[in-house]
């Protein structure tokens, strides 16, 4: 980006700066360290200079928002025409307080939907199986039949909200869609992302109903039927932020979530699909964690690398299969017990990374959260934290504003680099269903954690309140804990029992036996779980069906890999 | 003084949650402190967590809850442990994520130690290692 003669007076003056400004101060007063890091473990310089990025190329490398490769953004104008969608997540107790709260969070300005489901949902167990007693609504909503969707969603028109299931498989999604037929909303008509990532799923929350192999077939059956039938919907959204969260660095982050997006694209394809058919609806999630410029500049890295793997590995033609949209969580493993309220700070920071990174989406942690679900106190505290963002910063006025910075472009190209050569080893391993198989993805990550862990232990990462400026009186938490009263989940568990007693039962057999029959067959099940759910099948009916034609999986982890 | 056998621990899951960033965290620092981890895995049961304390014989017992469903979990697996006459000495201890309030009402139980978020590695091994020295002597 600079002509020789330039970079080489640049070098001249820099020498002598070094000379005579830099070096007297130096030993006067030294620097606090002798060497800086990222959060990650990537080197840090004093300072960045146009020799840095002396081999960038701006129309190659970086380039115009909305425009290959797409590092400052998958839209021209960023966040002038319209900002990200500001979704909290949401889930507890029943299907019925969950709504209230939607509700709740829709009147103070939330912009999308996100819903998570509690444990039992999760797993594919329904709420009055013994097994689930004491997590029913704990950690989510259950959801276990049409009936309670329709419960979660009542009151909130389908055509015009956009939102978001962090769940795997066409169980909940078929629920969804089985009841906007019956409002009359029209499938073309429904905006959303399923999480259904179920690579991510298996190693970082070790869930796995079937084996690894059938569960990725069948969240791939998912992308295909929305393709064909609900084109608007993003069916799939690989999740970055769960490999973060169990320990990972930055660039294994990037790099796991776009091989597990590399193999989705690849079976796909196999399928005898275009990869332009699908691509423009495959979404992302990251996180965004403590460490400021290294996560801008993850999420810069991390659209140009697939936007090249898409246009270059895979011959996407369509330039809408090129973007890489992401929705972005702040860290919830970032957030702290001692002094809770410094958790409002730190997501306000990592929030703001996500901003200046160019998210598409955004949900922020509440304060809270290192304890219990949410308050609505601690919620609303987390949706106020994006609005001064959005609306009092004035960071979204202008389009990726650190583009050009010489240290956020020399990281994005060091981070980008990074996850490359990741991408390159899983590629050797024969691909990220094999690596996962092979145990390598999970050891990566615990090495990673293990690491985080150990510069927590000796100092080298501060974590305010913790091993730096902790208070000897914690015990004391100023803020209110959500507690969630046990009275919900007796109330669920009679739910579901009526559900299931006022079932026409021949036909639910009939579609459940259909889907068991598509599952044996390697057929796509999305259709006949479509059927099963609007004759009230529940998740465990449908749990059932599956390891009945296919066996049960295991756990991805049954011993230690320390 | 008789010859000392490395501190044994079982350390599991229970629950239907998978997240096993933290107990992967307290296995290594356990081991590395010099003691023998024996991994329950994920999913386990009261029962099952008096059996493996039986054959495995294990001085302490250690279950991570990341739901919220360890006020029912939790006492469940004490419970067990107390009805049977060879694991009713053994401590329990429990980590994950805990409300303060829930941390006193397991404790009042005879949970021996609550380590939630935030918890340190080097004070959750010294705990580990009184707990086990307390109950040989």
């Given at each position: 980006m600079f002509r020789e003669d330039q970079l080489q007076a640049i070098e001249k003056a820099r020498r002598e700066w070094e000379l005579t400004v830099l070096n007297p101060i130096m030993e006067r007063w030294p620097e606090r360290k002798d060497e800086f890091r990222t959060q990650s473990g990537h080197p840090v310089k004093r300072m960045y200079t146009p020799e840095d990025i002396a081999d960038k190329d701006y129309m190659r490398d970086i380039s115009f928002p909305g425009y290959y490769p797409f590092t400052r953004?998958?839209?021209?104008?960023?966040?002038?025409?319209?900002?990200?969608?500001?979704?909290?997540?949401?889930?507890?107790?029943?299907?019925?307080?969950?709504?209230?709260?939607?509700?709740?969070?829709?009147?103070?300005?939330?912009?999308?939907?996100?819903?998570?489901?509690?444990?039992?949902?999760?797993?594919?167990?329904?709420?009055?199986?013994?097994?689930?007693?004491?997590?029913?609504?704990?950690?989510?909503?259950?959801?276990?039949?049409?009936?309670?969707?329709?419960?979660?969603?009542?009151?909130?028109?389908?055509?015009?909200?956009?939102?978001?299931?962090?769940?795997?498989?066409?169980?909940?999604?078929?629920?969804?869609?089985?009841?906007?037929?019956?409002?009359?909303?029209?499938?073309?008509?429904?905006?959303?992302?399923?999480?259904?990532?179920?690579?991510?799923?298996?190693?970082?929350?070790?869930?796995?109903?079937?084996?690894?192999?059938?569960?990725?077939?069948?969240?791939?059956?998912?992308?295909?039927?929305?393709?064909?039938?609900?084109?608007?919907?993003?069916?799939?959204?690989?999740?970055?932020?769960?490999?973060?969260?169990?320990?990972?660095?930055?660039?294994?982050?990037?790099?796991?979530?776009?091989?597990?997006?590399?193999?989705?694209?690849?079976?796909?394809?196999?399928?005898?699909?275009?990869?332009?058919?699908?691509?423009?609806?495959?979404?992302?999630?990251?996180?965004?964690?403590?460490?400021?410029?290294?996560?801008?500049?993850?999420?810069?890295?991390?659209?140009?690398?697939?936007?090249?793997?898409?246009?270059?590995?895979?011959?996407?033609?369509?330039?809408?299969?090129?973007?890489?949209?992401?929705?972005?969580?702040?860290?919830?493993?970032?957030?702290?017990?001692?002094?809770?309220?410094?958790?409002?700070?730190r997501t306000t920071i990592q929030a703001l990374a996500a901003v200046l990174g160019g998210a598409n989406s955004l949900h922020t942690n509440s304060m809270d959260e290192c304890y219990a679900l949410p308050s609505e106190y601690a919620a609303r505290t987390a949706l106020r934290t994006q609005q001064i963002i959005a609306y009092e910063s004035g960071v979204a006025n202008t389009v990726d504003p650190l583009a050009g910075s010489y240290f956020v472009e020399k990281l994005t190209d060091e981070i980008e680099e990074e996850a490359h050569e990741i991408i390159r080893k899983i590629d050797d391993l024969g691909g990220m269903v094999a690596a996962l198989e092979a145990g390598w993805v999970q050891r990566e990550i615990v090495r990673a954690s293990n690491e985080y862990h150990r510069k927590m232990k000796t100092g080298e990462i501060t974590v305010v309140g913790v091993n730096a400026f902790a208070e000897d009186d914690d015990e004391e938490v100023p803020i209110e804990i959500l507690r969630i009263d046990p009275a919900h989940e007796a109330h669920q568990v009679e739910m579901v029992r009526r559900v299931k007693a006022g079932r026409d039962e021949k036909k639910l057999r009939q579609a459940l036996e259909r889907m068991k029959e598509d599952a044996a067959a390697h057929r796509n099940i999305v259709p006949s779980c479509m059927e099963a759910v609007k004759a009230y099948a529940s998740l465990e009916d449908m749990r059932n069906a599956l390891q009945e034609a296919l066996g049960a999986g295991k756990e991805s982890k049954d011993a230690f890999i320390c | 003084m008789a010859e000392r056998r490395p501190v044994r621990v079982l350390l599991a899951k229970a629950g239907l949650d998978g997240h096993n960033r933290g107990i992967q965290l307290v296995g290594k620092a356990l081991r590395d402190a010099g003691m023998e981890v024996v991994y329950g895995g994920l999913r386990i049961t009261p029962p099952e967590v008096v059996e493996m304390s039986i054959q495995e014989d294990v001085d302490v017992v250690g279950i991570s809850i990341f739901s919220g469903g360890l006020m029912t979990i939790v006492p469940k697996i004490y419970q067990a442990m107390q009805e049977n006459e060879a694991t009713r000495h053994i401590p329990l201890i429990v980590g994950g994520i805990v409300p303060p309030a829930e941390a006193e009402e397991l404790k009042r139980m005879g949970i021996k130690g609550v380590f939630g978020p935030g918890s340190d590695l080097d004070e959750i091994v010294g705990f580990v290692r009184s707990l086990a020295g307390s109950r040989s002597s």
């Open positions: 953004g998958v839209f021209p104008t960023g966040y002038r025409g319209r900002l990200w969608t500001r979704r909290l997540i949401t889930g507890l107790a029943t299907p019925e307080e969950t709504n209230k709260r939607l509700k709740y969070l829709i009147r103070q300005g939330q912009t999308g939907l996100n819903i998570i489901f509690d444990n039992p949902t999760t797993n594919l167990f329904d709420s009055d199986n013994p097994i689930c007693e004491g997590e029913v609504g704990r950690d989510g909503v259950p959801c276990c039949t049409l009936r309670d969707m329709e419960v979660i969603m009542e009151g909130i028109d389908m055509s015009e909200v956009s939102t978001s299931i962090i769940h795997s498989g066409p169980f909940v999604l078929s629920m969804y869609l089985a009841l906007a037929e019956k409002r009359g909303v029209p499938f073309e008509r429904l905006r959303g992302t399923l999480q259904n990532d179920v690579l991510s799923q298996y190693y970082t929350v070790n869930m796995s109903v079937v084996s690894l192999r059938d569960g990725f077939r069948i969240s791939a059956d998912v992308v295909e039927y929305c393709r064909r039938h609900v084109p608007r919907w993003n069916p799939i959204s690989f999740v970055g932020y769960q490999i973060r969260e169990a320990g990972s660095t930055a660039a294994q982050e990037v790099a796991f979530a776009l091989g597990s997006a590399i193999g989705y694209t690849e079976e796909l394809i196999s399928r005898g699909m275009d990869v332009d058919d699908f691509a423009p609806r495959l979404s992302f999630m990251f996180n965004c964690h403590n460490d400021f410029f290294e996560e801008i500049c993850k999420l810069r890295a991390a659209r140009r690398l697939w936007a090249r793997i898409m246009k270059e590995r895979f011959g996407a033609r369509n330039p809408l299969s090129w973007l890489l949209r992401f929705h972005v969580q702040t860290a919830g493993s970032s957030l702290t017990a001692q002094q809770p309220i410094n958790n409002v700070i | -």
